[in-house]
């Protein structure tokens, strides 16, 4: 399952140098493309705000 950025995102950037896929679009509140991502939890770990979590 892909990983989803929520409402409380601050558009650090943090994760968008994390994504070993660039699946990761800036924004007002970020967001993950589905189809690129992989899995792998790497923005979610470095996420200050802890935002980002598996999308069920």
């Known amino acids: 399952m892909a990983y989803k950025i929520s409402d409380e995102c601050i558009a650090c950037g943090t994760c968008i140098d994390e994504c070993p896929v660039d699946a990761i679009s800036e924004g007002d509140i970020y967001v993950i493309d589905p189809e690129l991502c992989t899995d792998c939890g790497s923005c979610a ?12």
């Open 45 to 56: 770990e470095v996420c200050p705000v802890e935002c980002i979590s598996i999308d069920e």
